[in-house]
């Protein structure tokens, strides 16, 4: 069993920064995929970004150039940095993890979630 808990969530206004943060436990971390969904009101869950367990990246067309996914091993930690923000980047953010080691852009795809951090996003 995992246990993901995500922190950094916040209220900004259009332009600025946030850093997201999933404290992971229960499993060998260093050898999971991670990823970030997000999910805005009305909307389904969609793919944000994802990183393997050698810090290999991919992202979402809408957040690339602007969200940076790294990994912190010897933390058991995973963070989403979130720059250039804009009133669209609102949802709730959730941290995920698989039971592979390869990244994956499909929510079926991961086994464990977190129970979400809000990021509002005003202009």
């Known amino acids: 069993q995992v246990q993901l808990v995500e922190s950094g969530g916040g209220l900004v206004q259009a332009g600025g920064s946030l850093r997201l943060s999933c404290a992971a436990s229960?499993?060998?971390?260093?050898?999971?995929?991670m990823g970030w969904f997000r999910q805005a009101p009305g909307k389904e869950r969609e793919f944000v970004a994802t990183i393997s367990w050698n810090s290999y990246t991919s992202y979402a067309d809408s957040v690339k150039g602007r969200f940076t996914i790294s990994r912190d091993n010897a933390k058991n930690t995973v963070y989403l940095q979130m720059d250039s923000l804009k009133p669209e980047d609102t949802a709730v953010y959730y941290c995920a993890a698989r039971e592979s080691s390869l990244r994956s852009t499909s929510l079926t795809q991961y086994n464990y979630w977190g129970q979400g951090t809000q990021v509002t996003v005003s202009s």
């Open positions: 229960g499993r060998t971390f260093s050898s999971s995929a």
